[in-house]
């Protein structure tokens, strides 16, 4: 059954950034199954309105008040009577929320909730739990989430994490991985695309040299410059890795406050030779960036997924990481070296992945293969569509849910969040003392408000929008139809 | 007010689509309650005149030309309209006159309308809120027009349905139904019909 699904989220195009193409990926495959797909998010300098993508994916543009690193002022209630236009005219069954610093996500949770539709949340990121910063914000994440019917974590980590910064049910939070577009990343030797289509016909292809032992080998480093990208961890390790081994050449890229550190290390130990910075770099040029490396170093002190490091493993490179966050469940061991974040083993790492690499242990030829075989947004958006026939009812709970024979009922029966007034204010009311309460006002002010508006705005005057015209022979959700999308990408 | 359109297609190669919010008066008490209205503000406007005539009757009425102001003035009508003015706070009575002048010219209704005819242009129209003056009118020739679209935008705390003319060499778009909006069954309507219109094309 199709279902009408809105993606909520401050982030998106046309800021680059991995929450945005998420969104948009996973939309277009979603698309693709036969859904309907509308995007709604801030409106961005130059790009304000209702706007169309490829594929009919359509976007609004709401305009708000953008304070901090493109994130709207959290106003609650402002953004209510045109999200509630959006939704009717759009006849949205599922509210599907991204990343957790997104003001506009949490609203939409909530006036979703209020709207009687079913809501999903996908968090993207980690959080601490010690400072105030992060504090506030699990508050406020435990407040959206104490009624949201089903939340996606990026890796298993990230899920460890949201259970614990959102007291939720463990078993309402699935791990649905990034993915990437496998064909983007292709290593510097492989076969161009045409050739690759037709499958039948095995193309003689240029294999790569093996590395000597007196070759260089060049590693890449592309991470936006902050202190939790492990910044100061690559500007320690990378004199050392430099004396030890000759022959090893880096290029890093991205920008970011720790740019005047990193060339500061550069200067004191005249390196500039041997390392070059190429600034922040546009998506599209990531693969032409990582195709000129053998090794690419990722010194991230927290990651819930990286999606970079399987982005570099499609382009054929080694990946040499920290073991933190959920970069351990990315990628099979053959294709990593893991280290702690601390300088020594970082150092010790990347010493053992070079010598792997000169003595040709690691067949990085084949990464790009395995890659695509491992992530693929068709499959993403297939588990994802799992999740809202699990949330919609079409598949039964005990499916979705697994079925438990120890467990108590009611904690089963729960998990299926109904919408009146009185079970939801039960729900946020358990979120603290103070809290509590305050998220209760919060709702009933809302549910208010959702009153007040459907009398001032009365559903019958808006103007049911036209859905895109879907393409026949993807309409029908068939069996032979799923595995042909399953292989082409 | 409900919006309702009117397309007129005179000729094959001319149409005609009018949007307007204001009441159609299928019924006899209907048509007789506009005509009433028409009377009543011809009154009111009447009364406004008198009693400003009556204000300064001193200043420009006191001659009998070929009016007989004398006569007028000692009416018993007259009489008490003279007192009803001179006893009036001046200032309060031409605020409140004004008010009454525009309500009496005010329409209470708004007119949209599009006209196409092909090989000549389109001509966009709004009515103006009062009787006293012209609906504002644009007229785009043909070899200007890039295309009739409909789109979205957002409108106050809505999301509203738009038919637009894009023309060439303008930066911005002439929205043809600007102030009524009418709902995107309407829209369709009038964009097929003038598109059929301006290029013959099978909608």
Known sequence: MPYNIAMVSDFFFPQPGGVESHIYQLSTKLIDRGHKVIIITHAYKGRTGVRYLTNGLKVYHVPFLVIYRETTMPTVFSFFPIFRNIVIREQIQIVHGHQSLSSFCHEAILHARTMGLRTVFTDHSLFGFADAGSILTNKLLKFTLSDVDHVICVSHTCKENTVLRASLDPLMVSVIPNAVVAENFRPLHATNRTNDRSGATPQIQPTPRPIGPNDIITIVVISRLFYNKGTDLLIAAIPRILASHPNVRFIIAGSGPKAIDLEQMLERNVLQDKVEMIGAIRHEEVRDVMVRGHIYLHPSLTEAFGTVIVEAASCGLYVVCTRVGGIPEVLPQHMTTFAKPEEDDIVLATSKAISALRSNKVRTERFHDQVKVMYSWTDVARRTERVYKGISGDISPQEFYGYYPGEIQEAGSDRIRNFSLIDRLKRYYGCGVWAGKLFCLCVVIDFLLYTFLEMWFPRANIDIARSWPKKLNEANNSKPERERLGSTS | ?203
Request: charged share 15%; aromatic share 14%.
């Open chain 2, 1 to 203: 007010m409900p919006v309702h359109l009117v397309s007129r297609r005179p000729s094959p190669t001319t149409a005609s689509f009018t949007v307007s919010n204001a009441s159609r008066h299928i019924s006899t008490p209907a048509k007789l309650f506009f005509y009433f209205q028409f009377l009543l503000r011809g009154i009111v406007f009447a009364g406004v005149l008198s009693f400003h005539a009556a204000r300064f009757r001193h200043v420009f009425f006191s001659q009998d030309s070929f009016v007989p102001w004398s006569t007028v003035w000692s009416s018993s009508l007259g009489v008490s309209l003279c007192r009803i003015a001179d006893t009036t706070n001046f200032a309060v009575a031409a605020l409140a006159s004004v008010l009454v002048l525009y309500g009496v010219f005010l329409k209470g209704y708004t007119e949209e309308s599009l006209l196409v005819i092909r090989g000549l242009g389109i001509q966009t129209s709004t009515s103006s809120p009062t009787y006293l003056f012209k609906a504002a009118t644009r007229f785009i020739p043909t070899t200007e027009i890039q295309d009739i679209v409909i789109h979205e935008a957002f409108k106050g705390f809505e999301v509203r349905f738009y038919l637009a003319v894009v023309v060439v060499g303008e930066p911005e778009v002439v929205v043809v139904f600007p102030k009524l909006l009418p709902n995107r069954a309407k829209l369709e309507e009038v964009w097929r019909g003038s598109r059929h219109c301006l290029y013959d094309s099978k909608p």
